[in-house]
């Protein structure tokens, strides 16, 4: 058949009984490689290019491995990646699997920086017999790029295992060096530099002799290692020193951790503590940059290792952090623990904050007491309990929050007293209702809104919502009304009830009669459904898939 501007040839015979006798052949001519990885990387194909040729046979029962008899030949693969790597064999690879050993004879690779010799022997049904392998020479990290182009990686990796002719003990031994490893990956925070290490190889573990690596500006090591034979175990400690991490943007920590990496990929457990060093903004950072890190539904956790891996890592403050920016600073201390698994993990503990202040629209907002507990052992479930006062014209303001993320219940008081419509539309719009009534009859449709807002948000549109987490959205238009004789303003409220459902009032001021009301639920990032009563007493649902390519 034809495919990928090449030819193959294949036949096969099985027999349906018995052992299930087979026989079969696969040829090639030379295959262009470009065409291949344009079906699974289409927007990456362009930068590649090189060819393959394979050879393969098959023979004995299906149903008994150990009798199974394979051979592969491949006599040429070379690959390029942006005229900047190369790659190619140096000879033909062969392999064979025979009497249940898979045999590779000896072969190389030769490129961009690299100059590699490879050979193997692997007992694959009797695990008890030694493992053979060489592998000599040097292997460039800047390879990395060709299996992800947004990885920049530098450095390289010396192999120097040669366990051939070695009679009295044929078992693998030798040595493996890490020499200026750089490696750097577009959407990851932090990468490694200067990376330097030995890995010791045993006939049935890998250790750690010694790695020391850059990362953030502080230094990161590592020692253990891994047992292989007769199961993958692993036992490592990473230590971190003056690691400053540069997340979320305008906000910069400084850490050390001392963790340690045990079990099996089956089932792995990572445990150790995190000190939080230091804590501090950038001088432009403003706090409502952070809103869009929290509030988002999460996809589903994918299964796999990070499913398996339990944790139980300790995150402190080393001692009490105090931060200042342009328009905050705070005071604290933090003791939590990370617990459940790296797919689905999940905070325990206390944050305290004793003291601080914010610049908020234009208003000083005080800090009086905070304090943030995570209780709940199934799920990350922050509950708040916080006091903040402010100062409008002759006014002390004192709002105080208390509850969990989702179920945030907010209440006002003031000196001298006022009612909470006044005091909300003192917050929003500086100034009570009152003083705006005090206007005069010429007060326009905004002024109207304005009022008509503060009430609502603390009579009606807060008693529908039971007052779950105060106002997320306040929008006031002043040109569009339902009536072309009585222009009126557009009252917008909107209101996040929980993570997935977010509910919208819009009421035009003219008339209590049209209104709009409209629940949201975000099934996922890529997917939402409405539902939408408009102002004539209509109902419409919609459904919304996000799509990227």
């Known amino acids: 058949m034809h495919a990928l501007n090449s030819q193959l040839n294949g036949h096969a015979t099985v027999q349906l009984t018995g052992d299930y006798q087979a026989e079969g052949a696969l040829d090639s001519q030379s295959i262009q490689l470009q065409p291949l990885l344009a079906a699974y990387a289409p927007d990456q194909a362009q930068d590649y290019s090189g060819q393959t040729e394979l050879h393969a046979t098959l023979r004995g029962p299906l149903r008994q491995r150990e009798r199974l008899e394979a051979h592969l030949i491949i006599p040429e693969l070379n690959l390029r990646y942006r005229n900047s790597v190369q790659m190619a064999l140096t000879g033909p690879i062969h392999a064979d699997y025979v009497d249940g050993v898979l045999n590779l004879q000896r072969s190389g690779l030769k490129g961009t920086g690299t100059d590699l010799q490879f050979q193997g022997s692997l007992p694959v049904m009797d695990r008890t017999k030694p493992v053979s392998l060489l592998l000599l020479g040097s292997l460039d990290l800047h390879l990395a790029q060709l299996v992800d182009p947004d990885v920049t990686s530098s450095g390289q990796v010396q192999f120097n295992i040669n366990t051939y002719g070695a009679r009295s003990d044929p078992n693998m031994r030798g040595q493996v060096k890490i020499a200026n490893a750089n490696f750097a990956q577009a959407d990851a925070p932090l990468g490694i530099s200067n990376g330097n290490g030995t890995l010791t190889l045993t006939s049935e573990r890998l250790n750690i002799t010694d790695f020391s690596a850059t990362m953030g500006g502080g230094t990161v090591t590592a020692s253990g290692g891994m047992v292989y034979r007769p199961s993958l175990q692993f036992d490592m400690a990473i230590a971190g020193k003056g690691i400053r991490m540069p997340y979320p943007e305008g906000v910069r920590e ?15 457990n990572l445990r150790g503590l995190v000190n939080l060093d230091q804590l501090s903004f950038a001088p432009d950072f403003d706090i ?52 459940g698994t790296a797919s689905e993990p999940v905070v325990l503990g206390r944050v305290n904050i004793s003291s601080g202040d914010l610049i908020f629209q234009g208003n000083r907002y005080v800090l009086q007491s905070a304090m943030i507990d995570f209780i709940n052992p199934s799920r990350t479930d922050p509950n708040i309990n916080a006091s903040v006062t402010t100062t409008i014209q002759q006014y002390n303001i004192g709002i105080r929050f208390e509850g969990t993320a989702e179920q945030l219940r907010t209440s006002y008081s003031s000196d001298p007293a006022l009612s909470t419509a006044d005091i909300i539309s003192l ?63 557009t009252v917008t409220v909107q209101q996040r009830v929980t993570s997935k459902i977010f509910v919208t009032f819009s009421t035009d001021i003219t008339s209590t009669q049209q209104q709009v009301v409209q629940l949201q639920y975000q099934v996922k990032p890529t997917v939402s459904i409405s539902g939408t009563r408009d102002q004539n007493g209509g109902f419409g649902f919609e459904t919304k898939i996000t799509r990227e390519w």
């Open 288 to 339: 409502s940059s952070l809103s869009s890190l929290g509030g988002g539904v999460q996809e589903p956790p994918s299964r796999g290792f990070a499913n398996n891996l339990q944790l139980n890592v300790g995150l402190r403050s080393s001692q009490s952090v105090n931060v200042v920016s342009r328009t905050m600073s705070a005071s604290g201390a933090a003791n939590l623990r990370l617990t």
């Open 254 to 268: 400084t850490l050390s951790a001392d963790l340690n990496l045990t079990g099996s990929p089956e089932r792995a």
């Open 427 to 489: 917050l929003v719009f500086g100034k009570t209702q009152e003083a705006s009534a005090a206007a005069g009859a010429g007060t326009n449709s905004t002024q109207t809104a304005e009022q008509s807002i503060a009430s609502a948000v603390s009579g009606q549109v807060t008693s529908r919502l039971q007052k779950v987490a105060g106002i997320s959205y306040l929008s006031v238009d002043p040109t569009l009304g339902t009536s072309q004789q009585n222009a009126g303003a």
